[in-house]
């Protein structure tokens, strides 16, 4: 017999996994709303009120397009490599905490927390997702068979490991601070103010290490102004050159989703989870969600504003000012952590 | 058990695989999955912490600069054996070193394996704690830690003169 807080585990996740797809979904449409009120446009207005179906029409129109190979393309590589991106976007949320235990108006006696799968090392499973899926890319860089696809994907892994590692440091810094590797105990810390109005957010003790975070993470999701796998002026679409229908749509949901997933991490780690004024910890999930919007509204914004890097100048960035950086913020963290205690 | 054995097995097939068949690409993937089955032994092993750790390093970092090598290189296919036989000479010389270092690994294994217990490795809880974990890397084993980084400062170092020699 099934418990209550068995079957609310499964619609859990399910939820969960919904939500990010709608997620993607939503996304496309802000992205494209933000990007033409940047540009002085309207934007999508024609499918429903306000162009609201246009994500709707976008996947009607996706899925009943024709799935193309080129023939000399590696079969089987070429199947996997977006079933990988989906694949490791997705399962990374599934150890982000968004919300405190809650008893779903009284349904569940002990309690649910929100959160898929608490795992003690949720940090690094994070992070061990987020190096995998740079694998969706290069394997579909290679697989095309095509020159274009190839340089996008080379271009891909070499930028990823480069900002894997102040990505890595920054999360360092980080733990450091918590004094754990849970993300539930380090969002918890958070609760509270100093002097009454200055909330307990770990930015204001990692101001750099946030920094370092939303830089890499950009770079790691290949979003604009690091875009270099897809640079459409130089590889025409770079990795995904090659796809089409259904299987380019699941590197589109993947780069979102990633998003997503980056700036729910970005919310635990540095802006306090759920922690906020005025709303307790069971409706909590209302400060998660506000925060991971402003995240992803601030993407949108850096995407539409900064024009690309050069590749140069990226690598230059990574190595020579992002990893010192991250590596005199760890430093510096840990001496203090040494000092003040946690 | 039933997850200790399908661990196993993935890991040791696909660890054959990666010699037994051609494609470069295909050999790193096979790793990479090898890699991800071991990882999953740690796990049963009661130590997330060196399981994610295992993924990180070797799988997220390690297997991409593999990757990256092998598609830099556009290595399409391993040498055939009409290839190989070309140069018969260089061909036996590997195979004498091959059969060497597999009897070495082979004789490790065996002594390795009926040594009961003599080894002072961790207790169970200290792997699955990251705190305990760090402090017998820093206290303990803190000479075989940092002779360890100076072996991989050592190599960095020559892979830097190797790559430079051009300049000289």
């Known amino acids: 017999m099934p418990t209550p807080l068995f079957i609310a585990q499964i619609g859990l996740t399910l939820f969960v996994f919904v939500m990010l797809l709608s997620s993607a979904a939503g996304m496309v449409y802000v992205e494209r709303k933000v990007a033409a009120l940047l540009q002085q446009r309207i934007g999508p207005y024609l499918v429903g009120p306000k162009g609201l179906l246009q994500p709707l029409a976008d996947i009607i129109k996706l899925m009943f397009k024709e799935e193309l190979r080129p023939s000399a393309a590696d079969a089987f590589l070429f199947a996997l490599a977006p079933i990988i991106s989906a694949t490791c976007a997705f399962a990374a949320f599934a150890v982000v905490p968004f919300g405190g235990d809650t008893t779903l108006l009284g349904l569940i006696p002990g309690g649910l927390r929100l959160q898929v799968a608490d795992v003690n090392v949720a940090i690094l499973v994070v992070f061990a997702i987020a190096s995998m899926s740079v694998y969706g890319i290069v394997l579909a860089g290679w697989s095309s068979n095509s020159k274009y696809s190839l340089l996008g994907g080379l271009r891909s892994s070499a930028q990823m490991i480069s900002y894997e590692l102040s990505y890595g440091l920054a999360l360092a810094g980080v733990l450091l601070v918590g004094n754990s590797l849970s993300l539930t105990d380090i969002v918890n810390r958070q609760a509270g103010t100093w002097l009454g109005f200055i909330p307990h957010w770990f930015v204001v003790v990692q101001p750099i290490g946030f920094l370092i975070y939303m830089t890499a993470g950009i770079a790691e999701t290949n979003r604009a102004p690091f875009d270099f796998p897809e640079a459409e002026q130089e590889l025409v679409a770079g990795y ?9 749509a699941m590197f589109f949901l993947a780069e979102y989703v990633n998003m997503v997933t980056v700036s729910a991490v970005a919310t635990d780690l540095f802006l306090g989870g759920w922690h906020g004024p005025f709303l307790s910890e069971s409706i909590g999930w209302i400060w998660f969600l506000l925060k991971v919007a402003a995240i992803l509204f601030f993407y949108v914004w850096m995407r539409w504003t900064l024009p690309r890097y050069r590749y140069d100048q990226l690598m230059r960035f990574g190595w020579k000012i992002l990893l010192p950086l991250a590596v005199v913020n760890l430093l510096v963290t840990a001496a203090g952590v040494l000092y003040f205690g946690s | 058990m039933t997850p200790f054995y399908l661990f196993a097995a993935i890991a040791v097939g696909a660890s054959l695989l990666v010699i037994a068949q051609r494609n470069p690409v295909y050999s790193v993937l096979l790793l990479i999955a090898s890699f991800g ?48 036989k070309a140069h018969s000479g260089r061909r036996t010389d590997v195979v004498r070193y091959a059969a060497l270092l597999a009897l070495a690994l082979v004789a490790e294994l065996v002594w390795a394996l009926t040594r009961e217990g003599g080894s002072p490795g961790f207790g169970a809880p200290a792997v699955s704690s990251v705190a305990l974990l760090g402090r017998s890397l820093f206290t303990d084993y803190g000479f075989q830690f940092e002779v360890t980084s100076v072996l991989i400062l050592v190599a960095m170092v020559g892979a830097v003169v190797l790559a430079r020699r051009d300049e000289r």
């Open chain 2, 37 to 84: 089955a071991l990882s999953g032994l740690y796990v049963l092993l009661d130590a997330p912490f060196v399981a994610v750790i295992q993924i990180i390093v070797y799988a997220g970092a390690i297997m991409v600069l593999f990757l990256f090598v092998v598609m830099l290189l556009n290595a399409p296919q391993e040498e055939t054996l009409p290839d190989l």
């Open chain 1, 240 to 248: 995904h050159t090659e796809y089409s229908s259904m299987s380019f």
